[in-house]
DNA sequence: GTCGTTATCGTGGTATACCATATATGAAGG
DNA sequence: CCTTCATATATGGTATACCACGATAACGAC
């Protein structure tokens, strides 16, 4: 699982022989997509979790130089993921409270907007298919699945962004998601959130069907913005 | 000025030291900005327009290694504004008109929920504030400044932006701006345009007063979406 | 023992040399 | 002339050496 102390730990330990191809993208790209999958598989709010990371162990856990390291710290450091604090080190950012809620509020504005542009872009099929995410928990509660239903749940997001057919979009909320995703895990389980986010969907889904544009839009945004609301009153233990 | 004894004797005395800003920025941030600033002020849509970049030219520009000029551009290629082909060399963007849509969608979807947020968060003085904005237009039809006219009208979404109080929304609309702003500057003199766009703003700012979220929202969503329209049919000169 | 001074080191920032390869150039062959 | 192939060149990618500077430790004065 690619967490971060295992990317530095591979240094001692075996060999560095996961990046044998090295054929098809630059170091910089390869290093991009490592770092950042092992930043978002790693539970950051964990308080024991060590947050700084160093140029030079990546470089020997990576078996490249510098510049490649740097080059894609650089782009994670914009995306908001780590900040370098010069003498100082690299640290992966903890996100506060008033930021996660923030980003949540912007990831309602861009999905509502997206199943707006959805009543009028997306196809009968399509919007159809939302449905499908959900055949599995007709049966049985959601309760009972946790693990499972949230995925469906970060599933049928996705799918509604991709309805809107705005690259644009899907590739802001791409980094969102990634931020929020913890979030999303978490806030499952508590108090009946699921049960209640799956009648949400399904009303979501119908205003899509019936091409009712106002109404897809506000249901999203509303949906989400709840969530917003739960987790400034629920989720503490951010700063 | 910063002569070695100015610095000393600063720090001898007893004043207050409220020097922050000393130049701290690296070289990388300032080529990034510089770049950065070259070309929003370009008129990249101008058929003649070079929009190929050389590192090397660069560097002998502004005086410092390929380094910070390559981390500056990788940053700047990560925002969209140019792109790297390997062995061919870099280029500044053209956006399509399709892009240049999606963009303006996406602004529509960030500035209505910043709208919702300022009717709930921004007081009374700093919404009167907007209308300042539009006071020299008052007497005289904006048709006669339309560069003025245009900036305050930048100026105002801005501000309506700055009002919902989402750091987060603030940062992601900056860079939308720069890839929108030649749009609004070359549409303000198209089809009447202006007089109408008053009338919007002056609308928006009313239901900001009357803290109406739901019609602040939707005024304000409307507005831009009207431009993305305006650019579908009337923009055919983009891609 | 406490405080201040100095030496060493760790760290990110920068410059530069080197590399790989697509493209351009041009000479040779037809 | 045209085609073909070898060579040169340009350009982005990578590795590495060096630098500046803050932090920390070691040390000395009192």
Redesign the interface.
């Known amino acids: 699982m690619n967490s971060i102390v295992t990317l530095v730990q591979r240094t001692t330990a075996a060999t560095p022989l996961a990046l044998a191809p090295l054929n098809a993208t630059s170091l910089?790209d390869q290093a991009y997509t490592l770092l950042k999958n092992a930043i978002a598989d790693t539970d950051i709010y964990d308080p024991q979790q060590e947050l700084r990371l160093d140029e030079r162990q990546l470089t020997t856990a990576l078996g490249v130089s510098r510049?490649p390291i740097?080059?894609a710290l650089?782009?994670l450091e914009?995306?908001g993921f780590i900040r370098t604090v010069?003498r100082r080190g690299i640290y992966i950012i903890r996100k506060s409270k008033r930021?996660m809620i923030?980003?949540i509020?912007?990831w309602?504005?861009?999905e509502?907007?997206a199943a707006r542009?959805a009543t009028s872009n997306a196809s009968d099929e399509e919007i159809a298919k939302l449905r499908h995410l959900f055949d599995e928990f007709q049966n049985s509660p959601p309760s009972e699945h946790l693990g499972e239903y949230s995925d469906a749940n970060i599933a049928f997001h996705t799918a509604v962004i991709a309805l809107g057919g705005?690259?644009?979009?899907m590739e802001?909320t791409k980094n969102l998601m990634l931020h929020v995703r913890a979030i999303r895990r978490a806030t499952i389980s508590q108090s009946d959130r699921a049960a209640r986010s799956i009648v949400d969907h399904l009303k979501i889904i119908e205003a899509l069907e019936r091409r009712d544009t106002e109404l897809a839009e506000r249901l999203t945004r509303q949906h989400t913005l709840d969530l917003a609301a739960h987790v400034d009153l629920h989720c503490g233990f951010l700063g």
Chains 1, 2 share one sequence.
Do not use: V
């Not at 705005?166 to 979009?169: A, E, K, P, V």
């Open positions: 910089r510049t740097r080059e650089s782009l914009q995306e010069p930021e923030e980003m509020q912007m309602a504005a861009l509502s907007m542009l705005s690259q644009m979009i802001a």
